[in-house]
């Protein structure tokens, strides 16, 4: 038989939050220069506990002058593209091109790289937690 409880009282680190897409402004300064960010507001609502933001090209990225291959130090981490195209490498999958709709899950720790993307392209990642390390990895 089970045991019920009583709910705990515990405040959540969460807070609520919106962010509109109209006037929404971009920054460059993020991981990659030929991309500007949007922060949609989850790390300051989740305490960095996620964290979310709308990607956009600045400039196409041929292929040859992408990221080079590299991994990320975190416990999730989600790519759904948008807009344009964006080929990515993945240790192990080999290479595959993104169109808008397409969504990735790249497991913690697998070493890939950014191989081009369109002038056009936008993307929305989300991971846990909202900071992260990125580090270079060599191609296995």
């Not at 609520?16 to 949007?38: C, D, I, Q």
């Amino acid at each position: 038989m089970a045991i019920k409880r009583k709910p705990t009282k515990r405040k959540s680190a969460m807070k609520f939050n919106v962010v509109h897409g109209r006037g929404a402004k971009f920054t460059g300064g993020g991981l990659r220069g030929f991309f500007a960010y949007r922060d949609l507001g989850i790390e300051r609502s989740t305490a960095g506990r996620f964290g979310a933001t709308h990607i956009k090209a600045t400039r196409a990225c041929p292929a040859g002058q992408g990221t080079g291959w590299h991994r990320h130090r975190l416990g999730f981490q989600m790519v759904y593209l948008l807009k344009g195209w964006a080929k990515f490498a993945y240790d192990g999958h080999g290479v595959m091109t993104l169109r808008p709709g397409s969504c990735i899950h790249q497991p913690p720790g697998i070493r890939h790289e950014l191989v081009s993307c369109s002038r056009d392209c936008e993307m929305l990642e989300i991971t846990s937690p909202a900071a992260f390390d990125t580090v270079p990895a060599k191609r296995a």
